[in-house]
């Protein structure tokens, strides 16, 4: 695909382990990249993932479902007009009301997440 389509933008939604992978060669191949969480397995491989993304002159995102909503675009503006004064700690709490998806799959499984090599 990345050969003979050549896409201008790719969405990594792949098991945990290969999210590194592919997305390097999708952004050696001239795309960008927006890349499911966790990014990588490790900070070595997400510290590959964004030098070659910087090399390769490619955007590359990582999804963070709630980043954009209205309540944390919200926050974000209040810091940065300094309603918060200057921060030194803060803490977050996330609420899954429909479960966790398929736990018989890899998705719940720690060790089907990862390579077997690892």
Same mark, same amino acid.
């Given at each position: 695909?990345?050969?003979?389509?050549?896409?201008?933008?790719?969405?990594?939604?792949?098991?945990?382990?290969?999210?590194?992978?592919?997305?390097?060669?999708?952004?050696?191949?001239?795309?960008?990249?927006?890349?499911?969480?966790?990014?990588?397995?490790?900070?070595?491989?997400?510290?590959?993932?964004?030098?070659?993304?910087?090399?390769?002159?490619?955007?590359?995102?990582?999804? &963070?479902?709630?980043?954009?909503?209205?309540?944390? %675009?919200? #926050?974000?503006?209040? @810091?940065?007009? !300094? *309603? &918060?004064?200057?921060?030194?700690?803060?803490?977050? %709490?996330? #609420?899954?009301?429909? @479960?966790?998806? !398929? *736990?018989?799959?890899?998705?719940?499984?720690?060790?089907?997440?990862?390579?077997?090599?690892?």
């Amino acid at each position: 695909m990345l050969k003979d389509v050549k896409p201008d933008l790719v969405s990594i939604a792949l098991p945990n382990f290969l999210h590194a992978s592919v997305s390097i060669d999708c952004l050696r191949a001239g795309a960008h990249v927006l890349c499911e969480k966790p990014m990588a397995l490790d900070v070595k491989q997400a510290r590959r993932m964004a030098m070659i993304a910087k090399q390769a002159g490619r955007k590359f995102g990582i999804n &963070l479902s709630y980043r954009f909503t209205p309540a944390a %675009r919200a #926050l974000k503006d209040m @810091a940065e007009r !300094g *309603f &918060l004064g200057q921060p030194y700690h803060a803490t977050t %709490r996330w #609420l899954r009301r429909d @479960a966790f998806p !398929g *736990f018989g799959g890899w998705f719940g499984q720690k060790n089907a997440s990862r390579a077997a090599d690892r």
